[in-house]
Protein backbone atom coordinates (compact mmCIF):
# COMPACT_ATOMS: atom_id res chain seq x y z
CA UNK A 1 0.00 0.00 0.00
CA UNK A 2 3.38 2.00 -0.28
CA UNK A 3 2.47 4.34 -2.94
CA UNK A 4 4.22 8.01 -1.82
CA UNK A 5 7.55 8.36 -0.13
CA UNK A 6 7.45 7.78 3.40
CA UNK A 7 8.31 11.44 4.19
CA UNK A 8 5.31 12.81 1.58
CA UNK A 9 2.82 10.55 3.51
CA UNK A 10 3.75 11.61 7.12
CA UNK A 11 3.78 15.40 5.87
CA UNK A 12 0.15 15.10 4.28
CA UNK A 13 -0.81 12.95 7.57
CA UNK A 14 0.61 15.83 9.57
CA UNK A 15 -1.64 18.36 7.58
CA UNK A 16 -4.55 16.42 7.69
CA UNK A 17 -6.89 16.97 10.84
CA UNK A 18 -5.97 14.05 13.27
CA UNK A 19 -8.27 11.00 14.36
CA UNK A 20 -10.59 11.21 17.30
CA UNK A 21 -9.52 9.39 20.68
CA UNK A 22 -11.89 7.31 19.97
CA UNK A 23 -11.10 6.37 16.46
CA UNK A 24 -7.34 6.24 17.95
CA UNK A 25 -8.57 4.04 21.11
CA UNK A 26 -10.34 1.37 17.82
CA UNK A 27 -7.19 1.58 15.70
CA UNK A 28 -4.60 0.36 18.40
CA UNK A 29 -7.29 -2.23 19.39
CA UNK A 30 -7.09 -3.59 15.74
CA UNK A 31 -3.48 -3.51 15.41
CA UNK A 32 -3.27 -5.17 18.92
CA UNK A 33 -5.86 -8.10 18.90
CA UNK A 34 -7.52 -8.80 14.85
CA UNK A 35 -6.04 -10.46 12.65
CA UNK A 36 -4.81 -8.52 9.26
CA UNK A 37 -5.18 -4.87 10.62
CA UNK A 38 -4.22 -3.72 7.45
CA UNK A 39 -7.87 -3.79 6.24
CA UNK A 40 -8.17 -1.12 8.76
CA UNK A 41 -8.82 2.21 6.97
CA UNK A 42 -6.67 4.66 9.07
CA UNK A 43 -6.08 8.13 9.83
CA UNK A 44 -6.07 9.60 6.62
CA UNK A 45 -8.46 7.34 4.39
CA UNK A 46 -10.75 8.11 7.43
CA UNK A 47 -10.19 11.59 7.20
CA UNK A 48 -11.01 11.50 3.42
CA UNK A 49 -14.28 9.39 4.11
CA UNK A 50 -15.24 12.16 6.54
CA UNK A 51 -14.66 14.85 4.13
CA UNK A 52 -16.36 13.58 1.54
CA UNK A 53 -19.38 12.71 4.07
CA UNK A 54 -19.56 15.90 5.23
CA UNK A 55 -19.75 17.22 1.57
CA UNK A 56 -22.54 14.66 0.47
CA UNK A 57 -24.47 15.20 3.28
CA UNK A 58 -26.20 12.14 3.02
CA UNK A 59 -29.31 10.56 4.82
CA UNK A 60 -28.56 7.03 3.91
CA UNK A 61 -25.83 5.23 3.80
CA UNK A 62 -24.50 2.01 2.75
CA UNK A 63 -21.22 0.19 4.11
CA UNK A 64 -20.43 -3.57 2.56
CA UNK A 65 -17.96 -4.51 4.83
CA UNK A 66 -17.33 -3.44 8.06
CA UNK A 67 -13.74 -4.92 9.53
CA UNK A 68 -13.77 -3.45 12.85
CA UNK A 69 -15.95 0.22 12.84
CA UNK A 70 -13.36 2.46 11.54
CA UNK A 71 -14.40 3.38 8.05
CA UNK A 72 -18.41 3.12 9.53
CA UNK A 73 -17.72 5.61 12.11
CA UNK A 74 -15.70 7.94 9.70
CA UNK A 75 -18.76 8.16 7.32
CA UNK A 76 -21.35 8.46 10.24
CA UNK A 77 -19.99 11.83 11.03
CA UNK A 78 -21.36 13.34 7.87
CA UNK A 79 -24.93 12.26 8.38
CA UNK A 80 -27.92 14.38 8.46
CA UNK A 81 -30.26 14.93 11.53
CA UNK A 82 -31.58 11.46 11.68
CA UNK A 83 -29.67 9.60 8.73
CA UNK A 84 -29.14 6.10 8.84
CA UNK A 85 -26.21 3.77 8.03
CA UNK A 86 -26.23 0.39 7.73
CA UNK A 87 -23.67 -1.22 7.65
CA UNK A 88 -22.85 -5.31 6.44
CA UNK A 89 -19.98 -8.26 7.38
CA UNK A 90 -19.74 -11.61 7.63
CA UNK A 91 -17.24 -11.90 10.81
CA UNK A 92 -19.41 -12.64 13.81
CA UNK A 93 -16.59 -12.24 15.68
CA UNK A 94 -15.89 -9.44 15.67
CA UNK A 95 -19.66 -8.23 16.10
CA UNK A 96 -19.09 -7.26 20.23
CA UNK A 97 -16.60 -5.56 19.74
CA UNK A 98 -17.94 -3.08 16.44
CA UNK A 99 -21.12 -2.76 18.31
CA UNK A 100 -18.82 -1.61 21.84
CA UNK A 101 -17.67 1.41 19.82
CA UNK A 102 -20.95 2.34 17.98
CA UNK A 103 -22.15 2.62 20.89
CA UNK A 104 -18.90 4.85 22.85
CA UNK A 105 -19.24 7.15 19.37
CA UNK A 106 -23.26 8.01 20.20
CA UNK A 107 -24.52 6.09 16.84
CA UNK A 108 -26.61 3.04 18.59
CA UNK A 109 -29.45 4.76 16.44
CA UNK A 110 -27.73 5.75 13.32
CA UNK A 111 -25.74 2.97 12.76
CA UNK A 112 -27.49 -0.28 11.72
CA UNK A 113 -24.98 -3.06 12.35
CA UNK A 114 -25.80 -6.45 10.54
CA UNK A 115 -23.78 -9.77 10.25
CA UNK A 116 -24.77 -12.03 6.92
CA UNK A 117 -23.39 -12.60 3.12
CA UNK A 118 -23.93 -9.22 1.81
CA UNK A 119 -24.94 -11.09 -1.52
CA UNK A 120 -27.95 -12.38 0.23
CA UNK A 121 -28.79 -9.21 2.41
CA UNK A 122 -28.35 -6.63 -0.19
CA UNK A 123 -31.65 -7.16 -2.23
CA UNK A 124 -33.33 -7.38 1.18
CA UNK A 125 -32.15 -3.69 1.58
CA UNK A 126 -34.33 -0.67 0.29
CA UNK A 127 -32.86 2.18 -1.17
CA UNK A 128 -32.54 5.07 -2.22
CA UNK A 129 -28.61 5.44 -0.44
CA UNK A 130 -26.90 9.33 -1.13
CA UNK A 131 -23.66 6.77 -0.48
CA UNK A 132 -22.09 3.19 -0.76
CA UNK A 133 -18.85 2.36 0.28
CA UNK A 134 -17.52 -0.70 -0.86
CA UNK A 135 -14.92 -2.49 1.11
CA UNK A 136 -15.38 -6.42 1.25
CA UNK A 137 -13.90 -9.32 -0.33
CA UNK A 138 -12.69 -8.53 -3.72
CA UNK A 139 -14.04 -11.46 -5.79
CA UNK A 140 -17.63 -10.02 -5.47
CA UNK A 141 -16.46 -6.04 -6.45
CA UNK A 142 -18.57 -5.82 -9.36
CA UNK A 143 -21.46 -7.96 -8.15
CA UNK A 144 -21.50 -5.13 -5.25
CA UNK A 145 -21.84 -3.00 -7.72
CA UNK A 146 -24.40 -4.36 -9.89
CA UNK A 147 -26.48 -4.95 -6.72
CA UNK A 148 -26.67 -1.69 -5.21
CA UNK A 149 -26.50 0.62 -8.65
CA UNK A 150 -30.30 1.00 -8.87
CA UNK A 151 -30.56 1.61 -4.59
CA UNK A 152 -28.44 4.80 -5.36
CA UNK A 153 -30.41 7.92 -5.99
CA UNK A 154 -29.19 9.78 -9.33
CA UNK A 155 -26.40 12.16 -8.37
CA UNK A 156 -25.68 9.61 -5.47
CA UNK A 157 -21.94 8.12 -4.87
CA UNK A 158 -20.17 5.10 -4.53
CA UNK A 159 -17.01 4.15 -3.21
CA UNK A 160 -14.98 1.31 -3.50
CA UNK A 161 -11.34 0.76 -1.47
CA UNK A 162 -8.40 -1.07 -2.11
CA UNK A 163 -8.84 -0.33 -6.02
CA UNK A 164 -4.45 0.10 -6.86
CA UNK A 165 -4.78 -3.62 -4.64
CA UNK A 166 -1.30 -2.62 -3.24
CA UNK A 167 -0.08 -1.65 -6.62
CA UNK A 168 -0.67 -5.51 -8.17
CA UNK A 169 -2.85 -3.75 -10.79
CA UNK A 170 -0.21 -2.51 -12.88
CA UNK A 171 2.55 -5.19 -11.92
CA UNK A 172 0.65 -7.36 -15.20
CA UNK A 173 4.07 -8.93 -16.09
CA UNK A 174 3.41 -10.90 -13.28
CA UNK A 175 1.09 -14.45 -13.03
CA UNK A 176 -2.01 -12.28 -12.13
CA UNK A 177 -4.38 -13.71 -8.97
CA UNK A 178 -8.02 -14.16 -8.86
CA UNK A 179 -8.39 -11.01 -6.25
CA UNK A 180 -6.19 -8.72 -8.45
CA UNK A 181 -8.00 -10.02 -11.65
CA UNK A 182 -11.30 -8.95 -9.63
CA UNK A 183 -9.91 -5.81 -9.05
CA UNK A 184 -8.87 -4.82 -13.02
CA UNK A 185 -12.24 -5.90 -13.89
CA UNK A 186 -14.35 -3.34 -11.40
CA UNK A 187 -11.92 -0.86 -12.18
CA UNK A 188 -12.65 -1.44 -16.26
CA UNK A 189 -16.40 -1.80 -16.09
CA UNK A 190 -17.09 0.79 -13.93
CA UNK A 191 -14.68 3.12 -15.97
CA UNK A 192 -16.45 2.47 -19.19
CA UNK A 193 -19.98 2.60 -17.93
CA UNK A 194 -21.20 5.58 -19.09
CA UNK A 195 -23.62 5.78 -16.43
CA UNK A 196 -21.67 7.10 -13.76
CA UNK A 197 -19.10 9.71 -13.62
CA UNK A 198 -15.42 8.33 -11.95
CA UNK A 199 -11.92 9.62 -10.30
CA UNK A 200 -9.70 6.95 -8.61
CA UNK A 201 -7.81 8.79 -6.02
CA UNK A 202 -4.18 7.13 -4.78
CA UNK A 203 -5.51 7.67 -1.63
CA UNK A 204 -3.85 4.84 0.68
CA UNK A 205 -5.27 1.27 -1.17
CA UNK A 206 -6.98 3.53 -3.66
CA UNK A 207 -10.20 4.53 -3.74
CA UNK A 208 -12.44 4.29 -6.85
CA UNK A 209 -14.80 6.89 -6.45
CA UNK A 210 -18.22 6.58 -9.11
CA UNK A 211 -21.01 9.38 -9.42
CA UNK A 212 -23.99 7.69 -10.72
CA UNK A 213 -25.46 10.31 -13.38
Known amino acids: MEFIPEDIQKY????????????????????????????????????????????IKPSRILEIGTYTGYSALCMAEGLTEGGKLITLDKNEELEEMVRGYFEKAGYTNAIDFRIGNAIELIPEIEGPFDLVFIDADKA??????????EKVRPGGFIIADNVLW????????????KDTQAILDFNRLTHEDDRVENVLLPIRDGLMVLRKK
Open 140 to 149: NYYNYFKLVF
Open 12 to 55: VEAHTDPESELLMDLNRETHAKVMMPRMLSGHLQGRALSMISHM
Open 166 to 177: SGKVVQTEKKID
